[in-house]
């Protein structure tokens, strides 16, 4: 069975500041999702990466992936479907449109266009290996505080920083855990971040593997200029 990738690329980005939608946004000169594209098909098995799109937006992402092709030696088949107002409604409709013969699925934000190549293998190996579903990520250098919600200038607690991981993309899964977590868990509100943890409620385990720092997630300004001197330091 082929291994897929899912990159939801639907969000607007609006914490980066007004502009273009966030995955549009050029780094390096080259748009972020084909960074992230390339990313994924950088990775031996997969063949095939579905790009979920703002739905008023699917042919100027087909355009504009079409304008970046794939380096042969990294070939592999590109689809883009429209995606939903969340980013869980998003990644539903990607893995509704896998075909058949996928069995390893990989979801990736956009968002961390310069994730290693070695993450993405980590990640296939460890599905590969048996474990339904397979997250990178990284110890915290922050120490965190839950707050109350109601009042979220009120601490309530400070969990034990040692035993938190903050966790990165791309997650990788057995494709019918996957499909079976999109169609059971309710998507309530702003729906879940995360697609492991849609997995966790439904009672299977999740492994976790090494993330990396360069798969970091460009969500804010700065992380535009961090992203940029990462890239100039790859080509120096
Ligand atoms: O906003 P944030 O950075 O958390 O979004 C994570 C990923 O989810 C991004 O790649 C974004 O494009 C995607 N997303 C989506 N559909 C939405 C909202 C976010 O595909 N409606």
Same mark, same amino acid.
Do not use: C, W, Y
């Given at each position: 069975?082929?291994?897929? /990738? ?16 966030? +995955? ?9 999702? %084909? ?14 990466? &579905?790009? %979920? ?61 310069? %994730? ?27 120490? &965190? ?50 697609? /492991? ?29 961090? /992203?940029? +001197?990462?890239? /100039?330091?790859?080509?120096?």
């Amino acid at each position: 069975p082929r291994t897929a /990738a899912v990159i939801p690329a639907a969000g607007r980005g609006t914490r980066l500041g007004p502009g273009t939608p966030k +995955a549009l946004r050029p780094l390096g000169g080259i748009p972020m999702l %084909v960074h992230a594209v390339r990313a994924m098909a950088r990775a031996r098995t997969v063949g095939l990466v &579905v790009v %979920v799109a703002p739905p008023d937006g699917v042919a100027e992402t087909r355009r504009l992936l079409d304008a970046h092709p794939l380096p042969d030696s990294d070939a592999a088949e590109v689809l883009v479907v429209p995606g939903g107002d969340n980013r869980q409604r998003s990644v539903r409709r990607g893995v509704e449109a896998l075909p058949p013969d996928v069995g390893i699925v990989l979801v990736h934000d956009a968002a961390r266009p310069l %994730v290693p190549v070695d993450t993405v293998e980590d990640v296939i190996a460890a599905v590969r290996e048996g474990a339904p579903a397979v997250v990178p990520a990284l110890p915290l250098s922050d120490t &965190v505080k839950e707050v109350e919600p109601s009042a979220p200038e009120r601490v309530v607690g400070t969990p034990d920083r040692a035993r938190l991981r903050a966790v990165q993309t791309p997650q990788g899964f057995d494709r019918d855990v996957l499909a079976e977590a999109h169609r059971r868990v309710t998507d309530e509100g702003d729906g879940a971040t995360d697609d /492991a943890g849609m997995v966790e409620r439904l009672g299977h385990e999740v492994r976790l593997v090494p993330g990396h720092e360069e798969a970091f997630k460009v969500t804010r300004p700065l992380d535009l200029v961090l /992203a940029e +001197a990462v890239l /100039a330091r790859r080509r120096a």
